[in-house]
């Protein structure tokens, strides 16, 4: 192992993550590990066969989406069927490493691109409204997937950059006119921002995740002061009801939905942040006080079932953090 991996991002943590990463019985974990930490190229199409992908596959619409399982009174079918396709979709790119070359990502992808508006955003899961987050969570998995250079991908991050707030972040605009989420559900007509309002962590988080993993625009202006004001925020509270108390820094999920610690120093590493900031230091080293002498974690997972694998996968994004900060410092 010392042979096929630089470790100089390892003397950080107490103890070394990488045996039970290679150890474990999951095949996608093993090998993300050896693409991911050790920088080799990986055939991931063993991952393509697995039941679970299987299962999403034959579940898909021939329209490209997936149905929400339990939709909620007074709520937009549609609009539950594009988060359930977003959710379902991010699996089978972040956790299965699907791409573009396989027939359901095409499908889901060109669903997803006949929801997008003129102007560029992804609208429908909170029904007419603006959803800054969503636009990103969507245009950040279609980048992973392969789209990177594709206009509609482009079109979608200019459409970002152009509605942010003064302060340089995003919010919900719906949030920054004093509305609740229930106008998604009962009003029909688009929200306009108040775009001198602050911006929202959450919000701002999840869309440098899609700014942080495209070649051009994690290097615009834009984007670099959008990452010091993310940085800023860590381990406090949100401006904003959705998600706005400080536990949630803490509480995970994957695929990354919405923000927390792990989410958000990934991208801080991916957009060349230093690891010597204060507050990006605070936060790597509530991960380094967390490890277990297994050398893995035992984290709140606060969604998905298979809670096992899911900790396997969250380990991987520490690791990944702690490669980015660090190897080649």
Same mark, same amino acid.
């Given at each position: 192992m010392n042979d096929r991996v630089n470790q100089t991002w390892l003397r950080p943590l107490n103890y070394n993550p990488l045996p039970p990463l290679l150890e474990n019985d999951n095949n996608c974990i093993q090998l993300k590990v050896h693409a991911d930490l050790f920088d080799e190229e990986v055939d991931f199409e063993s991952c393509w066969a697995s039941k679970e992908v299987l299962k999403l596959i034959k579940k898909q619409q021939m329209e490209g989406y997936w149905i929400y399982p339990q939709a909620r009174e007074n709520t937009n079918r549609d609009n539950l069927n594009q988060y359930q396709t977003y959710r379902n979709f991010a699996k089978l790119v972040d956790m299965y490493s699907l791409d573009r070359s396989h027939a359901v990502i095409k499908k889901t992808a060109e669903y997803f691109f006949s929801v997008q508006t003129a102007q560029g955003d992804f609208r429908g899961i909170y029904d007419k409204q603006y959803t800054p987050n969503y636009t990103a969570g969507i245009a950040e998995m279609l980048i992973k997937a392969g789209y990177t250079d594709d206009v509609r991908i482009i079109r979608a991050l200019d459409w970002l950059v152009k509605?942010? &707030?003064?302060?340089?972040?995003?919010?919900?605009?719906?949030?920054? @006119?004093?509305?609740? /989420?229930?106008?998604?559900?009962?009003?029909?007509?688009?929200?306009?921002?108040?775009?001198? &309002?602050?911006?929202?962590?959450?919000?701002?988080?999840?869309?440098? @995740?899609?700014?942080? /993993?495209?070649?051009?625009?994690?290097?615009?202006?834009?984007?670099?002061?959008?990452?010091?004001?993310?940085?800023?925020?860590?381990?406090?509270?949100?401006?904003?009801?959705?998600?706005?108390?400080?536990?949630y820094w803490t509480q995970f999920v994957y695929p990354f939905c919405y923000s927390d610690l792990i989410s958000v120093l990934d991208s801080l590493s991916l957009l060349g942040f230093s690891p010597q900031e204060p507050t990006i230091k605070k936060g790597l080293q509530w991960l380094i006080d967390e490890q277990l002498e297994s050398g893995l974690w035992d984290l709140r997972i606060s969604a998905g079932q298979d809670k096992e694998t899911l900790q396997l996968y969250l380990d991987l994004a520490i690791c990944k953090i702690f490669k980015q900060f660090y190897s080649t410092r």
């Open positions: 509605y942010r &707030q003064t302060d340089g972040g995003w919010a919900l605009p719906f949030r920054t @006119r004093n509305h609740n /989420i229930d106008v998604t559900y009962n009003y029909h007509e688009t929200i306009e921002p108040d775009i001198n &309002q602050p911006s929202s962590y959450m919000v701002t988080s999840v869309v440098l @995740r899609a700014f942080s /993993i495209h070649p051009l625009f994690r290097e615009r202006p834009e984007v670099k002061e959008a990452g010091e004001l993310v940085s800023t925020y860590i381990f406090k509270r949100d401006k904003y009801p959705d998600r706005q108390d400080k536990k």
